[in-house]
């Protein structure tokens, strides 16, 4: 079965700063989909950042990028220029290409400090 | 834009009564879920629907049933409540697999006290 683990449960950043939030995965597959969810005080789920396992090149989503390594089973994600209201729970999540219903497989989440 | 909705918000039920809660898409999405979120925990898949009127357990399913009687609509039901049913849960929906990488859009969430 395949397994998504965030080793870092908490990380801290200063406001203007990059940090890097990182997430292993495993499987067998070699076409899936792996995601980045933000989760704010608020409780909303919200889509940071996609990527597709065919693809070499790293996802990137304005001040969001990833450092994708499929050897490594490795997705982490990069704020860059880090501001106040990216403080949330980050969940990393995967998902297989076909023949699991599109069923998400997520981390148990870091909590994203942003200091002023 | 509506998206996803989840209705109640809130709710404290006393041990063995029942309830549903109610998610509602207008995204036209054929895929629905039910996740609970516990401390540390992350999210768990607890039942997912492919299409109206198909259901399948997910990773948690014990104590929960579902049913999707309409395309938009997934309902999550509790018979008998337990504290350990005390959660909160989330629904989401998506297009179906064929159409790629497409994300599940989640609703707010329902915070489920168990007394």
């Known amino acids: 079965a395949q397994t998504v683990t965030q080793s870092q449960p908490e990380m801290s950043v200063q406001e203007a700063e990059t940090v890097t939030l990182s997430c292993t995965y495993d499987t067998s597959e070699s076409d899936y989909y792996l995601f980045w969810y933000k989760q704010p005080p608020s409780r909303q789920m919200i889509l940071v950042i996609r990527?597709?396992?065919?693809?070499?090149q790293n996802a990137t989503e304005n001040r969001f990028s990833v450092n994708f390594q499929k050897a490594a089973k490795s997705f982490s994600l990069k704020i860059s220029d880090s501001q106040l209201g990216d403080a949330a729970m980050y969940f990393c999540a995967y998902k297989d290409y076909g023949g699991s219903q599109g069923n998400l497989i997520f981390g148990k989440g870091t909590k994203l400090s942003v200091k002023p | 834009n509506a998206g996803v909705t989840q209705t109640p918000k809130f709710r404290v039920l006393k041990t063995g009564q029942s309830m549903t809660l109610l998610c509602a898409q207008d995204m036209n999405h054929e895929y629905m879920y039910w996740y609970r979120q516990d401390p540390g925990m992350g999210l768990r898949l607890i039942h997912y629907?492919?299409?109206?009127?198909?259901?399948a357990k997910g990773e948690v399913p014990d104590g929960y049933n579902v049913s999707r009687l309409k395309k938009q609509n997934f309902l999550l039901g509790l018979e008998s409540a337990a504290p350990s049913q005390t959660s909160v849960y989330f629904c989401?929906?998506?297009?179906?697999?064929?159409?790629?990488?497409?994300?599940?859009?989640f609703g707010d969430g329902t915070r489920l006290s168990i007394l």
């Open positions: 990527q597709e396992a065919y693809k070499q």
């Open positions: 629907s492919v299409g109206e009127g198909t259901t």
């Open positions: 989401a929906s998506s297009y179906s697999n064929w159409r790629g990488n497409q994300p599940q859009h």
